[in-house]
C-alpha cells in the first residue's frame, strides 16, 4: 500500500518534472541565445507584425505598441485576439505602462527597441527579433520562433504550412512576368519598398517581379518622379498616407503620362497601413487577395 | 581696385554659372541625357522626347530656382553682416533658418493648426519671430549696444531652442514627421515651374530691395554714431534690412526648405574678391551665391548616384567647417 503510495508520488513528480522540461524551450533571437522555462501567459508586443505571428497560433497579447490607434492593427489581426491595452508608440513605447501590464514576455524589434532592450529586460524576459526593414523570409522566421517560444510550435508549422499554400495558390493565378512596384505616398515625399522590402518579398512569393535596383540598398528608398520614370514598372501600386499625396501632384505633369503603368492603366491604391505597417502571415494573404483582385479587374 | 576689374570679376563669375548652370542640366541624371539634348530642348523641343521632357520639366525649374536660392541667400546673409557689422551674421547663425523650421513643423504636425496658414507663412513668421528674439537678445536694436560675440550667441540659443522644439514635434508626430525632416534637411529636387512661379516675385522684389539699401550699407560700416551723423535714419535701415531678410529667407525656405551657410560663406567670398563696397559686392554676393547652389544640387545627384542627397546637406558639408575657421580667424 505505502509502497504504491511511492509509486504514485514519483509518477507524478517525475511527470511535473517532464512538463517542465516539455516548456524549457531555448530560440536564437537577434541578440543570441534567449531560453524561457514556462510558456508565456502575459505578452506585451511592441511591433505588428509580432501581433499577427501570435495571432496565427490564437493568442491575445495583453499589450500592443499600436502608435495609441487600435485600427492599425491588421482586421484580421483583430478579429482573432480581441481586446488588448495599447503601450503607446511603436518608436517610443511607454516603459511605465508595460511594466504596469505585468507581462510575462516581452516580444521587442531589434530596428527600433534594441536601445531599450536593456530597460525591457529589467520588466520581464524580452525576446528580440527583427521587424522594421525585415524581409518576407526574416518575418517568417521570427513567427516559427515566437510560436517555438509561446509553446505551439506544432500549432504554428501548421499555419506557416496552410500560408504558403495560400500563397502558391493565389501565385498561380497572377502574371508571372510582370514587374510590380509598391510605394508610399506622403505630402512631399514618396518612398519605394525595393526587392529587399517586405512588400518587395511578398511580390516575389507571389511568383512576380520586383524592379532590379542597380545598388545594393535599404528596403525603402525615397524617390523622385525622374528616377520612378527610370525604374518604369508595369504595375505601380501606391499606398497614399495622405490625400492628396506627391504622387497626386505628380498626376498633372507631363513627366507623369510617360509612366508605361499610367499608359496602361496599371496605378493601384492599397491601404497603405496594411502594406506597410503590418507585416506578418496574416498580412502578407491580405496583400496577396490585394493583388489578386488588381489583376483580375486589369 | 580698379573699375575694369570689377568688370572683369563680374563676367567671370557670370560664365562660371552659366557653365555650371548647362552642365547642371544634363549631369547625372538617372535617364541619361546628352549634352546636345539640352540645346535641342530649348530650340527644338520634341514633346515626344523624354531627355527634352525631363530639361523643360525638370531641370529648368530646378536649376532656375537653384540660382535664385543662392542669390537670395547670399543677399540676406550680406544684409544681415552689413546691419550688425558682425562677420558671423547669416540667417542659418542666427536662428532664422531654426525658427522657420519650426514654423512649418508646427504647421505640418499639429492638427489645432491645420491650414491655419500656408506652410511659407508658418516659415516666414517663425523666422521672424526667431530673428526678432535674437536681435533683441543681443541687444541689437539699441544704438550703440552691438556687441558681437553676444549677437552670434543669443543666434545660437534661440537656433538651438526652436530645433529641440522641432525634434519634439518630429518625435510626437512621427507620421507627418518624414515631410518635415525632407524639409529641413533641404532639397531642390523637387522645384518645379510651380515654385518657381510662386517664388520669383518675391525673390526678385527682395533682391531688388536690397540694392537700394547698399548705401545705408556702406555708411553704418564707418559705425553707428557716424552713420546717423551722415544722415541715415538707423531704426528704418535696420527695419527695412530685417523686413527684406525675412522676405528673402522666408520665400526661399518655403519654396526649397531650409539650406544653410550660403549666407555666411558668400558674402566673405565676395568681399574677398572685390573689397568692402556693397554697391559692389552685393551683385557679386548675387552671382556667387547662386553659382555654390548650382554646384551644390548638381553634386547632389551625384554623390549618392543614382538617388538623392539633399543639396542643404551638402552645402553645411563645406559651409560648417568655413564657419569654424572665421571664428578661429576672430579670435586668434
Redesign the interface.
Known sequence: MLMSRFKQLGLLLCSVLLAANVHAVTVEDSKGSFSLDYAPQRIVVLEFSFADALAAVGITPVGIAD?KDKNRVLPEVRDIIGDWQSVG?R??PSLEVIASLKPDLIIADISRHEAVYDDLKKIAPTLILPSRRETYSDNLKAAAIIGKIVGKEQAMQERLALHRDKMANIAKQLPSQATVQFGVA????L?LHTSDSYAGGVIQALGMQTPQS??D?SAY??T????L??INPNYFIVGH?TEPS?VDKWRK???WQ?LQAVQNKHIYSVNPNVWSRCRGIMAAEHMAKDLLAIFNKS | MTRPFYGLTIALTAILLLFLGWWNLFAWSVIPIQAQDVWLSLTHFDSQSISHRIVQDLRLPRLLTAMLVGACLATAGTIMQGLTRNPLAAPSVLGINAGAALGMALVSTLPVLYGASSTSLAAMIGGGVAWLLVMLLGSSWRIGGNERGRLVLAGVAISALCAALTKAVVIMEEDQAAGVLTWLAGSLADARWQTWQHYWPFALAGLFGALLLTPSLNLLQLGEEHARNLGVNLLRSKLFGSFLVLLLVGTTISAVGSIGFIGLIVPHMARLLVGQDFRIFLPVAMLLGATLVTLADTLSRAISYPMETPAGAILALIGAPFFIYLVRKRTL
Open positions: 502608435d508608440t518608436s517610443q506622403r505630402a512631399d515625399a518612398f542597380d545598388r540598398d528608398r525615397q523622385s518622379l525622374e528616377q520614370l527610370a498616407y506627391i505633369e507631363p513627366l510617360v
